[in-house]
Nanobody, 120 residues
Framework: QVQLVESGGGLVQAGGSLRLSCAASGRTSSRNAMGWFRQPPGKEREFVAASTWSGDNTYYADSVKGRFTIFRDNAKITMYLQMNGLKPEDTAVYYC?????????????WGQGTQVTVSS
């Protein structure tokens, strides 16, 4: 099993920044990728960003390209999401996920989520 714990959410004004963290523990070697998803109020969960632990493969949703950066600290087994230029439409519960990258991305474990609220 893999356990994921997110942190770093909060309330920020439009144009501000937040950094989310996702600490992984357990059988992390069985998963070679981590990703971030979000669920806005009243909407379905959507993909935000993903990265392999090696860093050789990253992918972003069009809505966050150029504003969000996914990066990792392999020693701490922690994946981060740096969010700059936040907009009110970025308001959501953010979830990290552990999985892998083969012919496509896949996800098997999820964190509990952290709330991000962007005020206008």
């Amino acid at each position: 099993q893999v356990q994921l714990v997110e942190s770093g959410g909060g309330l920020v004004q439009a144009g501000g920044s937040l950094r989310l963290s996702c600490a992984a523990s357990g059988r992390t070697s069985s998963r070679n990728a981590m990703g971030w998803f979000r669920q806005p109020p009243g909407k379905e969960r959507e993909f935000v960003a993903a990265s392999t632990w090696s860093g050789d493969n990253t992918y972003y949703a069009d809505s966050v390209k150029g504003r969000f950066t996914i990066f990792r600290d392999n020693a701490k087994i922690t994946m981060y999401l740096q969010m700059n230029g936040l907009k009110p439409e970025d308001t959501a519960v953010y979830y990290c996920a552990a999985g892998g990258r083969g012919s496509t991305w896949w996800w098997s474990h999820w964190g509990q989520g952290t709330q991000v609220t962007v005020s206008s």
